[in-house]
C-alpha cells in the first residue's frame, strides 16, 4: 500500500511564522543587551564628568583658599603680593574674572583684575539675605563656600566662591573669586567636549550650563549630583549616534537578516510544497498512464487473439467448403456432365436446336467443374493437409503461372519435411497472399519464392522485380489492406515477423519465424 502524505498547505505560513518569532524573540534578547551596554557606557560617563567636576571644583576652591591663607600667615599681606597670587591664579583658570578681598564691612577693599570690580561690586549688590546668612555661618566653620550661580552684566551667568580670611582668630573679611560659569565648565570638560555627549548642569532646576552637540534628549540620559560646599548642582548627559555605533548594527543586522532567512525559508518551504504538489501530480498522471497501457496491452493480446482464433476458424470453414465442393457439388457437376454426354450422343444422328443447347450446357458444365475445382483449391488446396507445405507450394506455383502468366521461382530446401499443421498453413497463405498481390500491384513478370535457415530463423521470401510500394504506404502504412496484415498476423501467431523492403526495383516480402520451427525443418543454412 502506497504512503499517503499529508502536505499542509499552510505549511510555509507556519514556517514564516516560527522563524519571524524566533528572529524576533533574539533581536529583542539583543536589544536588550545592547541597552545594558548602552546604559552601562553612559553611566561611566556621566561618573567621569560628575568625578572630573568635583576635583576640579575643589582644586580650584582650594587655591583660592590658599590665598585667604597669607592673612594667617603674616596678619595682612602687602597688596603686591596679593595681587602677583591673584593674576597667577586668574591666568591659571579659565573663567576666573575677578578675585577680590572684602572687608568684614562688606567693602571691596582689594580687587584683580582692575575691572574686575565691577563683578565684585555687582555681586556685593546683588548678594540675598540667604546668600548673606550662608556666609555668615561660615564664619564658624571657616571653610569656603559656593554660592548659587547669579546673572551679572550682559547676562553672564557668574559663580561665587567665598573663602573667609583669618588673621589668627580675627575676622578680615573674605576672598571672593568670580566665575563666569561656561567657560569654567567648558574647561572642566573639555576632556568630554568631543565625545559625543549632550551635557547639562542645572541648579535649582534651572539650567545653567549646556555643552551642545545638538543631540535631542533621549532615553539614555543618566543623571548625577555634583555636591559643592553651599550648593549642589545636577548633571544630565546623554549620547548621541557616536557613542553606539559599534553595537545597535548588531540587533539590526540580527533582525534584518532573521527576516531575510524567514522569508527564504518560508519561500523554500512554499517551493517544496508546489513541487511536492507537482510531483504527486505527475505520479498520479503516470500511473493512469501505466493503467491505460496495461490495457491497452490487454486489449491488443486479446484482439491478437481474436484475430488468431478467426484466421484459423477461416482456414477450417475454407478446407470444409473446399471439400464440400470438391467431394460433393463438383462431383455432382461431373455426373451432370457424363449425364448430357450420353444424352448428346444418343442425340448426334438428328441435329437440331435442342442438340445445339445441349451441347452448350454441356460446355458450361464442364466450365463450372473447372471453376469450381480451381475455387476449391484456392480455398484450400488437398496436397497441403495430405502431401505437406513442398508440394503445395509447387502446385500453387504452377497454378498462378498458368493463370497469371507470371514465372514463379521456387526455391525450397530439399529436405523439407512435414511441419505442424498451423504452421503450413500459415506460410501457405503468406505465399498466396504474396503472390496475389504480385500480380495485383507490382507489374513484374517474374516472382520468387525461396524458403531458408538463416542463423537459425526460417525465412520465407516473396519478391518480385515490380514497381514497388507507394512511398506513402512505406511511410505512412495508410492505405494497407487486409491481405499485408494478414500475413503480418500469421507470422506474429507463430512468434515471428514480417519484414517488407521496396524499392522502384522490386518488392520483398519476408516472414521470419523463430529458431523453434528450425528443428522441424531441418534445412541446410543458406549463406546470405
Ligand atoms: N508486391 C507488391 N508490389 C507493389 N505494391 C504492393 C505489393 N504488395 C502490396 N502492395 C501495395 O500494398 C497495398 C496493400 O496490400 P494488401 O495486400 O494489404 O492490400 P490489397 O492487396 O490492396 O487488398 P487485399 O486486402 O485484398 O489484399 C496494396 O494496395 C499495394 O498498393
Ligand atoms: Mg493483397
Known amino acids: 500500500m502506497q504512503k499517503k502524505h499529508i502536505s499542509p498547505a499552510w505549511l510555509p505560513l507556519v514556517v514564516a511564522i516560527v522563524s519571524v518569532t524566533a528572529t524576533l524573540v533574539v533581536w529583542r534578547a539583543l536589544r536588550k543587551q545592547e541597552h545594558v551596554q548602552v546604559e552601562r557606557v553612559v553611566k561611566l560617563a556621566t561618573y567621569s564628568i560628575e568625578a572630573d567636576m568635583v576635583a576640579d571644583m575643589d582644586i580650584r576652591i582650594r587655591d583660592l583658599a590658599d590665598l585667604a591663607r597669607l592673612w594667617q600667615i603674616r596678619d595682612q599681606p602687602s597688596k603686591q603680593e596679593f595681587e602677583t597670587r591673584a593674576t597667577l591664579y586668574i591666568s591659571h583658570v579659565p573663567g576666573c574674572v575677578a578675585i577680590g578681598w572684602i572687608s568684614p564691612e562688606n567693602a571691596l577693599k582689594w ?62 573679611g573674605f576672598i571672593v573669586g568670580v566665575f563666569r560659569v561656561h567657560p569654567l565648565l567648558d574647561d572642566i570638560t573639555s576632556d568630554h567636549s568631543d565625545l559625543g555627549y549632550e551635557v547639562v548642569v542645572t541648579e535649582a532646576r534651572r539650567p545653567i550650563y549646556i555643552l551642545s552637540n545638538a543631540i535631542p534628549e533621549n532615553e539614555w540620559a543618566q543623571e548625577a549630583k555634583i555636591e559643592l560646599p553651599g550648593t549642589e548642582w545636577r548633571l544630565r548627559i546623554w549620547p548621541g549616534a557616536k557613542v553606539f555605533p559599534d553595537t545597535l548594527p548588531l540587533s539590526r543586522v540580527v533582525l534584518l537578516g532573521g527576516l531575510i532567512m524567514s522569508l527564504q525559508l518560508s519561500l523554500t518551504a512554499f517551493l517544496g510544497l508546489r513541487e511536492r504538489n507537482t510531483a ?82 454441356m460446355q458450361m458444365a464442364d466450365q463450372c467443374v473447372r471453376d469450381i475445382r480451381t475455387i476449391s483449391y484456392l480455398l484450400h488446396p488437398p496436397s497441403l493437409d495430405e502431401l505437406g507445405l513442398a508440394p503445395a507450394l509447387r502446385s500453387l506455383a504452377k497454378g498462378f503461372t498458368e493463370r497469371s502468366g507470371i514465372k514463379v521461382d521456387l526455391s525450397l530446401p530439399e529436405d523439407l519435411g512435414r511441419l505442424p499443421r498451423d504452421v503450413e498453413t500459415a506460410l501457405f497463405r503468406i505465399v498466396q497472399e504474396g503472390l496475389s498481390n504480385v500480380h495485383r500491384h507490382s507489374g513484374s513478370k517474374t516472382a520468387r519464392i525461396k524458403v531458408f535457415n538463416a542463423g537459425g530463423e526460417i525465412v520465407l521470401v516473396i519478391s518480385d522485380d515490380g514497381k514497388g510500394f507507394p512511398p506513402e504506404i512505406l511511410v505512412t502504412s495508410a492505405g494497407l489492406g487486409v491481405g499485408i496484415a494478414g500475413m503480418r498476423e500469421r507470422a506474429r501467431q507463430l512468434g515471428g515477423r514480417l519484414e517488407i523492403h521496396s524499392s522502384s526495383l522490386g518488392t520483398e516480402v519476408m516472414a521470419i519465424l523463430p529458431s523453434q520451427y528450425e528443428k522441424t525443418i531441418r534445412m541446410p543454412v543458406l549463406q546470405m
Do not use: C
Not at 561690586?121 to 555668615?136: D, F, I, P, T
Not at 505527475?282 to 484475430?307: F, G, K, M
Not at 461431373?334 to 438428328?350: F, Q, R
Open 111 to 172: 580687587v584683580v583684575p582692575v575691572d574686575g570690580d565691577i563683578y565684585v561690586r555687582q555681586l556685593l549688590a546683588g548678594s540675598s539675605e540667604s546668600v548673606r546668612n550662608k556666609l555668615q555661618s561660615t564664619l564658624q566653620t571657616r571653610s569656603p563656600l559656593v554660592t548659587p550661580t547669579i546673572v551679572l552684566l550682559q547676562d553672564e551667568r557668574v559663580v561665587p566662591v567665598w573663602v573667609p580670611v583669618f588673621a589668627g582668630d580675627q575676622f578680615e
Open 280 to 361: 504527486k501530480r505527475i505520479d498520479a498522471v503516470n500511473r493512469e498512464l501505466t493503467a491505460e497501457n496495461a490495457e491497452r496491452r490487454r486489449a491488443e493480446e486479446s484482439l491478437h487473439r481474436l484475430s488468431g482464433r478467426l484466421l484459423s476458424l477461416q482456414d477450417e470453414e475454407r478446407r470444409r467448403i473446399a471439400r464440400e465442393l470438391h467431394d460433393s457439388t463438383a462431383q455432382l457437376l461431373y455426373g451432370l456432365t457424363i449425364k448430357l454426354k450420353l444424352l448428346s450422343e444418343s442425340l448426334v444422328s438428328s441435329p437440331s436446336q435442342e442438340t445445339q443447347a445441349l451441347s452448350e450446357s
